[in-house]
């Protein structure tokens, strides 16, 4: 059984970079065709894909966001890691990490983030 848990500061200062960590469990992050996804929602607004980091290594962004956008991951401890700089309050939103890329099927349980102007 796949578990999924996001860390990281719930607040985050304008111009700042926003980094938060998914560590999984049950699976490992670098098992073949698994793809880890982050994931974020604004509030009152619909989810937004912000990019995947492949079994392989390989990361993939949104475009939108690709500028500002970084994953990684680090195997030895079964994590992977989202760095989204030069944050406004625009990107205040509850974040998750998912199992997948374009359908998820684990989830956790998300973490807000809030960016202070």
């Known amino acids: 059984q796949v578990q999924m848990q996001e860390s990281g500061p719930g607040l985050v200062k304008a111009s700042q970079t926003l980094s938060l960590t998914c560590t999984v469990s049950?699976?490992?992050?670098?098992?073949?065709?698994?793809?880890w996804s982050w994931i974020r929602q604004p509030p009152e607004k619909g989810l937004e894909w912000i990019g995947a980091?492949?079994?392989?290594?390989?990361?993939y962004y949104n475009a939108s966001l690709k500028s500002r956008t970084s994953i990684s991951r680090d195997t030895s401890k079964n994590h992977f890691t989202l760095q989204l700089s030069s944050v406004t309050p625009e990107d205040t939103a509850a974040y998750y990490c998912?199992?997948?890329?374009?359908?998820?099927?684990?989830w956790g349980q998300g973490t807000q983030v809030t960016v202070s102007s």
């Open positions: 980091i492949a079994y392989t290594g390989t990361p």
């Open positions: 998912a199992r997948g890329v374009a359908w998820f099927d684990s």
């Open positions: 049950g699976v490992s992050i670098t098992t073949a065709s698994y793809y």
